[in-house]
């Protein structure tokens, strides 16, 4: 019996060391991130874990958190400013969106965050930026072969490009959204000082304020499109902006606010409810096809300085335009109305 006790007694300790061992292989770490990784001046990059009470230090690591773990949705980030070294460049997969401007607790937005010198490629569906600043010229914005993309309440400061988009290039993208944000002093060796959209669709820039932006900036008289160049993109909405003071800055190019280099007849092409002015009333135009000539496109309620544009509109077939030949259709619009001078 004694024997017996003492193989039942070792047996039950045998199963309690074998369960202690399961309890430790499925221990639960606190403070893992979930959906969201927080980014904070006071981050560490080496121990922090992304989370709101060990948050990260950079953009750079939270990034490579999200691409670890395809459960990350947010990245917030601290209302500071993060200057790079040296120009750097980051790519953003889908599915993320990264919100600037947050208070040290991250309860609550206090303005946005500033990057200096960074570079952001989007190369994935679904992505919202919001509450960022772009300064700098190597800082921009590529957003590529990409679909439903929110750019909200950001900013552009100084930025370049050699070639195309001074600030922000959009290239065989759907569903683009540039809202409410403001773009100063982009410049551009080609097209679209500023923005600069081709081979697009369901692209809508709304609600911002484009100034002192400029084309061709290396005056090789090759670029156009001070503010927004727009090149084979058959729907796009330009509503409600300020595009001040845009330009292309060779003699021997062509000097305009927006440049379309669109072809054919496009109903989606609507530019609506602008203010739109230039820097010489010698050379500047405020709407510019140039190449081929668009028809079909809605072109309404917008504010054209006189005081600052050769003309309103120069129309492929027809030339330059006054405001009252642009409201009589001369520029082959499907819709134009109530564009006006100031």
Same mark, same amino acid.
């Given at each position: ?11 039950? $300790?045998?199963? @309690? ?10 221990? %639960? ?45 947010? @990245? ?33 937005? %206090? ?16 992505? $919202? ?7 700098? !010229? ?38 683009? %959204?540039?809202?409410?944000?403001? @773009? ?14 081709? !081979? ?75 203010? @739109? ?34 003309? !309103? ?30």
């Amino acid at each position: 019996m004694k024997k017996t006790f003492t193989i039942l007694a070792l047996a039950f $300790l045998s199963l @309690i060391s074998i369960l202690a061992g399961c309890v430790s292989v499925v221990e %639960v770490k606190v403070d893992e991130v979930t959906d969201t990784v927080y980014v904070s001046s006071s981050g560490d990059d080496n121990t922090g874990r992304g989370t709101k009470t060990s948050p990260v230090r950079t953009l750079d690591k939270a990034l490579q958190i999200a691409d670890e773990k395809s459960s990350v949705q947010y @990245i917030l980030i601290e209302n500071v400013t993060y200057s790079y070294t040296s120009p750097t460049t980051l790519s953003v997969r889908g599915g993320l969106s990264i919100k600037g401007g947050y208070n040290s607790s991250f309860d609550s937005v %206090v303005g946005k965050t500033t990057f200096r010198d960074l570079k952001i490629v989007v190369n994935g569906d679904g992505v $919202l930026l919001e509450n960022l600043i772009f300064d700098g !010229s190597s800082s921009r914005l590529v957003i590529q072969s990409v679909n439903n993309v929110t750019v909200s309440s950001c900013s552009f400061v100084s930025n370049f490009s050699a070639q195309n988009g001074g600030s922000i290039y959009v290239y065989n993208s759907g569903n683009v %959204v540039i809202k409410d944000s403001n @773009i100063f002093y982009g410049r551009a060796n080609g097209f679209g000082g500023g923005i600069y959209v081709e !081979s697009s669709s369901s692209i809508v820039i709304q609600r911002n304020t484009i100034t002192n932006c400029i084309a061709d900036a290396d005056a090789d008289n090759v670029g156009s499109g001070g503010a927004i160049t727009v090149v084979s993109t058959p729907s796009i909405t330009i509503k409600d902006n300020q595009l001040r003071r845009s330009y292309s800055l060779g003699s021997g190019a062509i000097d305009s606010v927006i440049t379309f280099k669109i072809n054919g007849s496009n109903p989606n092409v609507i530019v609506d409810g602008n203010t @739109i002015s230039g820097l010489s009333v010698s050379s500047t135009y405020g709407i510019y096809e140039e190449d081929f000539n668009l028809t079909g496109h809605k072109i309404i309620n917008n504010v054209f300085d006189l005081g600052t544009l050769t003309s !309103s509109y120069y129309d492929y077939a027809n030339g330059s335009l006054t405001i009252i030949q642009l409201n009589s259709g001369d520029a082959g619009t499907s819709v134009a109305s109530n564009n006006s001078s100031m």
